[in-house]
Structures are given as structure tokens and as C-alpha cells.
């Protein structure tokens, strides 16, 4: 399995971005793609996730501004983000579950919030 991860860049508080996780390879195992963030200095924290059923989670921080979303035509996986903000700053990270221990990620994209 292989992720590209795409969409990254500089934007003024306030403003929105798309990010896009493009899946190629044997991606049929996997069961949910996770978008993790990694603030300068900090841990990769996981920041939004959906499950092959659709199911969707969000961490409260970004909960009402970030939406993710999959297109299955396209094997692609978005994370719309509104309402930007400094705190959001980071590498985004996105991320392909196939089951505990396995799991395979693509190289980030930097997201820059300028206020």
C-alpha cells in the first residue's frame, strides 16, 4: 500500500485548505484511513479518522472546522479544513489501518497558519 498525501501549504488564519490521501497497491485490507498532525515540537497526534463504513471521527479541537470525507471511485480520502487557525499549524500525516501493527503511512504535508 502506498499514500500520497497532497494539499498542504500557507494560509492565513481564518482561511481553508483540502488536504487529499491518494491510495494505490493492495488497498482493499484497509479498514479506516486516519489524518494524525504533528505540531512543531510535539507528538503526531491523530486529528480525524473514517472507517471503510463511512464512520467518522474527529478530535474535539477541530470538531465543526474539519471535515473528512472519502471518494472510493478515486481510492482518495480528503480532509476539509475550515476555519484555520495557528494551533493548526503542522505536518498532517495520513495514515492506512489494516489491523493492529499494521498499518502504513504517507509522507505528510506541511500545513502553515499564518495570523
Known amino acids: 500500500v502506498q499514500l500520497q498525501a497532497s494539499g498542504g501549504g500557507l494560509v492565513q488564519a481564518g482561511g481553508s485548505l483540502r488536504l487529499s490521501c491518494a491510495a494505490s497497491?493492495?488497498?482493499?485490507?484497509?479498514?479506516?484511513t486516519r489524518w494524525y498532525r504533528q505540531a512543531p515540537g510535539k507528538q503526531r497526534d491523530l486529528i480525524a479518522s473514517?472507517?471503510?463504513?463511512?464512520?467518522?471521527y474527529y478530535t474535539d479541537s477541530v470538531k465543526g472546522r474539519f471535515t473528512i470525507s472519502r471518494d472510493n471511485a478515486k481510492n482518495t480520502v480528503y480532509l476539509q479544513m475550515n476555519s484555520l487557525n495557528h494551533e493548526d499549524t503542522g505536518v498532517y500525516y495520513c495514515?492506512?489501518?489494516?489491523?493492529?501493527?499494521?498499518?502504513?503511512w504517507g509522507q505528510g504535508t506541511q500545513v502553515t497558519v499564518s495570523s
Open positions: 497497491g493492495l488497498i482493499f485490507g484497509i479498514r479506516a
Open positions: 473514517i472507517s471503510t463504513g463511512g464512520t467518522t
Open positions: 495514515n492506512g489501518y489494516i489491523s493492529p501493527g499494521r498499518e502504513f
